[in-house]
């Protein structure tokens, strides 16, 4: 009966807090927040520089610049994946709103918590 409990679930606890479900709840809200952001940049890019490593410049800079498009087009790719990056890593700063104030003790799980989390984990599969 447990077996079936736990594969239906979308969220286990791994501590007796009720808040972590809506911790889980405000994170994956923050994470689809963060991929619309990332989504939008990426395509910011690549409408606006598209065009330039197509040749749209040349009728303005002359055919000199033909050699500068692989290298404009590089760039843009690079600063697109490094905003992405970028943005995404900002969810390590999330914080939850209804977490309580634990001592340094209690912030690292202890030996038995990862062991029943990893048990779990092993029947699930």
């Not at 807090?17 to 939008?40: E, S, Y």
């Not at 410049?57 to 843009?76: N, R, T």
């Not at 001592?103 to 990862?114: F, R």
């Amino acid at each position: 009966m447990v077996d079936w409990a736990i594969k239906s679930l979308t969220i286990i606890l791994i501590k007796d807090d009720i808040r972590d479900v809506v911790t889980a709840l405000d994170l994956g809200k923050k994470t689809v927040a963060k991929i619309k952001q990332n989504l939008f940049w990426a395509f910011a890019y690549n409408t606006g520089l598209i065009p330039i490593a197509g040749g749209v410049l040349v009728p303005f800079l002359g055919v000199g610049i033909f050699g500068w498009l692989p290298m404009l087009a590089g760039v843009a790719m690079a600063m697109s994946s490094v905003t992405v990056v970028g943005n995404s890593l900002l969810l390590g700063r999330y914080r939850p709103k209804f977490a309580a104030k634990k001592s340094k003790e209690e912030e690292i799980y202890t030996p038995e918590d990862l062991k029943e989390a990893y048990s779990l984990q092993q029947t699930s599969r």
